[in-house]
């Protein structure tokens, strides 16, 4: 199969995209090629642009190319995590550069920004992007980066995405999407205007809670060559044998998402009814508040993330993590297994409690990562913890 794969479906692309049979063996799957160096014919006469892993590696570039053409980009840049990943779009920034952060991120997004790159001189402003006249208003003239995660972290709040990008290019500014809780399967930022897709590839795209992982996408060729420089520079690249496991993983990522989606909706659906269950936050619910553009924004389906509050407080909260068997307490989400947790105690711990309260991220507040196991099973789990 040819390198290019535009005229694929996402599947095929999965499957295919920056791999082919390796030319020295005909393997079929891409080697772990677990060297840190390369050998040189003559000084500075090398193959390819492998000098050294650092700069570029056989195994991490399949898997750049691969993650590329999922998220529909020319470029693609993997990292040793997500929020290494988000630290190279920051390292673009200078000393009073700004930058617009959506309220409700990944509490270790939330502590990036806030706590490493605004001691180093960035002007961070918090906005509730579903607000767009608060947007606006947030610009200022030396904004530089507006960033979100759709849906956010935990409220499963939706943004839209091509509203924000036609405000922030109008503006001078450029639009960064975490888009790791819908994968390139359900949500396609670069289509809608964003100029980079980041990603915890630790998430939905590792998809077995074995690697943690991060990547950039973009179709900027300037923004390309300036992030690559960044990645040389830094150094946080990703171990070969994560590379490996990653092009493993997203050769299934559409199948994982069609199951994560349709479990998650019948769970959302099944717990808005329960009469312990004060409020479920889920996309794919007619219930919830931006239903519509999530419809049009996630045309293949609405993840397996689920926000829950509970009637009865911390006391309630605790309970029902405690007694769930499949869902095991964790951070993290996105793997083929369930997970529960409270953002409050865990994910979200970093965020001043002052933030979590105007959040919502309250003592009540449970978030699901619901696995690709059957859903009767799952249910019957939440059933017998909520009883
Ligand atoms: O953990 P790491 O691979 O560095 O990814 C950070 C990150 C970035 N973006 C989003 C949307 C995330 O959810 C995360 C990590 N999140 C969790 C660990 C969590 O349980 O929410």
Redesign the pocket.
Known sequence: MSESHAKHGFGTRAIHAGQAPDPSTGAIMTPIFQSATFAQESPGVFKEDYDYSRASNPTRKALEKNLASLEGAAHGLCYA??????AAVLHLLSTGDHVILCDD?????NRLFHRVFNQAGIEVTLVDMTDLDALDNAFGDTTRVVWL?TPT??TLKIIDIRKVAERAHARGAMVCV?N??CSPYLQSPLALGADIV??????YMGGHSDV???ALLTNDPDLYDRLKFIQLSVGAVPGILDCFLLLRSTKTLHLRMQRHSENAMRIATWLESHAKIDRVLYPGLKSHPQHALAREQMPNGFGGMIAVYLKGGLDAAKNMLEKTELFTIA???GGVESLI?HPGI??HASVPPEQRQALAITDSLV?L?VGVEDADDLIADLGQALA
């Open positions: 995590s997500g929020v290494s990943a988000e991120v990944y509490g270790g997004t995660e972290n935990p975490d790791t809780f980041c990603h915890s590839t630790t998430k943690i992982g991060g951070e993290s989400l947790e865990m994910t978030r990562s």
